[in-house]
């Protein structure tokens, strides 16, 4: 089992940046990729970021050219930069690690054998 955790979460006004991090341990040499998720009040859980183990990466369009995300060489540290928040990006957000590929595009929360339990992120307008 790998465990992990968030941290970075917190609130900050529209246009601004935060930077969240995912700390893995335990079994993570099985862990190819690595993604972010987020979850609003009232909706269902979506997909923002993955990168694999070689370092690609896949983003929802609703993040493009706003959010990066990134890992350390080892691959047990998953990070998230996200400038240029709006309102609408306020959730709860996750991170998520598989034994598998990403996949040719983001990948299904279905795919994912472990999470964290959350950082909260709000934006205020």
């Known amino acids: 089992q790998a465990q992990l955790v968030e941290s970075g979460g917190g609130s900050v006004q529209s246009g601004g940046s935060l930077r969240l991090s995912c700390a893995a341990s335990?079994?993570?040499?099985?862990?190819?990729?690595m993604g972010w998720f987020r979850q609003a009040p009232g909706k269902e859980r979506e997909g923002v970021a993955a990168i694999d183990s070689d370092g690609r990466t896949r983003y929802a369009d609703f993040v493009k050219g706003r959010f990066t995300i990134s890992r350390d060489n080892a691959g047990n540290t998953l990070y998230l930069q996200m400038n240029s928040l709006k309102h609408e990006d306020t959730a709860m957000y996750y991170c998520a690690a598989s034994k598998y590929w990403c996949g040719g595009t983001l990948p299904s929360e279905y795919i994912m054998h472990f999470w964290g339990k959350g950082t909260p992120v709000t934006i205020s307008s």
């Open positions: 335990g079994y993570t040499s099985g862990i190819d990729c």
